[in-house]
């Protein structure tokens, strides 16, 4: 089992930025390529970015690409998503996971193994 637990959500206004936090424990963290998904009511859950197990690699949705950044440091065994310039849709709650396929950037919820309880992101306008 690998647990995961988010942290650093909020309310902010529209242009501020976040940082959102994942802590893992119970298993080795960097056999794990980890990514952050989202969910707003009544949307179904979708990829937001990725990273391989080594951090070499790194993904991004197209609504995310230069305003959030997904990093990792498999010696405290946390990813972490940097959140610029946010956007009233960008509101959601954001869920960290965990996929056993190392490379990473793998978008299908169903193939993340272990998630988080997610941590809730509301930006107003």
């Known amino acids: 089992q690998l647990q995961l637990v988010e942290s650093g959500g909020g309310l902010v206004q529209a242009g501020d930025s976040l940082r959102l936090s994942c802590a893992a424990s119970?298993?080795?963290?960097?056999?794990?390529?980890m990514a952050w998904f989202r969910q707003a009511p009544g949307k179904e859950r979708e990829f937001v970015a990725g990273?391989?197990?080594?951090?070499?690699?790194?993904y991004y949705a197209e609504s995310v690409k230069g305003r959030f950044t997904i990093s990792r440091d498999n010696a405290k065994n946390t990813v972490n998503l940097q959140m610029n310039s946010l956007k009233p849709e960008d509101t959601a709650n954001y869920y960290c996971?965990?996929?056993?396929?190392?490379?990473?950037?793998?978008?299908?919820?169903?193939?993340?193994?272990?998630w988080g309880q997610g941590t809730q992101v509301t930006v107003s306008s």
């Open positions: 119970g298993r080795t963290f960097s056999s794990f390529a």
């Open positions: 990273i391989s197990w080594n951090g070499g690699n790194t």
């Open positions: 996971s965990a996929d056993r396929y190392i490379l990473g950037g793998r978008t299908g919820v169903a193939t993340y193994t272990y």
